[in-house]
């Protein structure tokens, strides 16, 4: 699964893309949308355990609920037409979101059709990292000559280490796409200086290596 830090920049890809109203609490609200699935580690009855280790709250009925409650309180507020749309749109998608990342982690299968249908999908490859927490030493060899050197007590803890990857690749992976869309709402396609278009490419490379780091580790 994604954590928290991809979901939210996720959110903030979302948002800049077409960032017309510059509402920070929008933002935040974003962010919430694309993390709610996520609802399953902390409420007990919508916990994995309870419905045969399949996270429900990772279903398209689930993950678009609070964005079409949102797209009902936006129309209440007196928000209409192209606003409405525009902010109905990145709701959606924001809520979708979750569901596009952990899918393209490709380790835990999804009910995306709950509770129309139990089936699970999963992805035959992944391309963002997965919080896979094997001990450090176990994978990688010159883990055991380094610290066979150095006090026991400095060994890291491995599901720390294996986060501290996962959360660094997602920020390599996603923080281009931030900036690319902050750039291209901001002009017209064809109006980007040479200077411009430069620096979206070595971003595109960065966040392209980065996918391909995290394509390369194990499941």
Same mark, same amino acid.
């Given at each position: 699964?994604?954590?928290?830090?991809?979901h939210s920049?996720?959110?903030?890809?979302?948002y800049?893309?077409?960032?017309?109203?510059?509402?920070?609490?929008?933002?935040?609200?974003?962010?919430?949308?694309?993390?709610?699935?996520?609802l399953?580690?902390?409420v007990?009855?919508?916990?994995?355990?309870?419905y045969?280790?399949?996270?429900?709250?990772?279903s398209?009925?689930?993950?678009?609920? /609070?964005?079409?409650?949102?797209?009902?309180?936006?129309?209440? &507020?007196? #928000? %209409?037409g192209?606003? +409405? =749309?525009?902010?109905?749109?990145?709701?959606?998608?924001?809520?979708?979101?979750h569901?596009?990342?952990d899918?393209?982690?490709?380790?835990t299968?999804?009910?995306?059709f709950?509770?129309?249908?139990?089936?699970?999908?999963?992805?035959?490859?992944?391309?963002l990292?997965?919080?896979?927490?094997?001990?450090?030493?176990?994978?990688?060899?010159?883990?055991q000559?380094l610290?066979?050197?150095?006090?026991?007590?400095?060994?890291?803890?491995?599901?720390t280490?294996f986060?501290?990857?996962?959360?660094?690749i997602?920020?390599?992976? /996603?923080?281009?796409?931030?900036?690319?869309?902050?750039?291209? &709402?901001? #002009? %017209?396609?064809?109006? +980007? =200086?040479?200077?411009?278009?430069?620096?979206i490419?070595?971003?595109?490379?960065?966040?392209?290596?980065?996918?391909?780091?995290?394509?390369?580790?194990?499941?």
């Open positions: 699964m994604s954590s928290p830090v991809g920049l996720a959110a903030a890809i979302i800049f893309s077409r960032n017309k109203f510059n509402s920070k609490l929008w933002l935040v609200w974003l962010v919430v949308l694309a993390s709610i699935p996520d399953d580690y902390v007990p009855f919508l916990n994995r355990a309870n045969y280790n399949a996270r429900v709250t990772h398209f009925g689930f993950s678009l609920l /609070l964005p079409l409650c949102t797209i009902f309180g936006l129309f209440l &507020a007196g #928000n %209409r192209k606003t +409405l =749309r525009i902010l109905g749109l990145q709701a959606i998608a924001a809520g979708l979101s569901l596009v990342l899918l393209f982690v490709g380790v299968p999804l009910p995306l709950f509770p129309f249908n139990s089936h699970l999908f999963k992805l035959p490859f992944g391309i990292p997965s919080s896979w927490t094997p001990e450090p030493k176990q994978y990688f060899p010159w883990f000559q610290f066979q050197i150095l006090p026991s007590s400095w060994m890291p803890n491995s599901k280490y986060l501290c990857r996962q959360i660094l997602e920020l390599g992976i /996603l923080l281009p796409w931030i900036w690319m869309s902050r750039v291209c &709402a901001r #002009n %017209r396609i064809e109006s +980007l =200086r040479d200077r411009a278009i430069l620096k490419t070595l971003s595109l490379l960065i966040s392209l290596a980065c996918t391909i780091w995290a394509w390369s580790l194990p499941r």
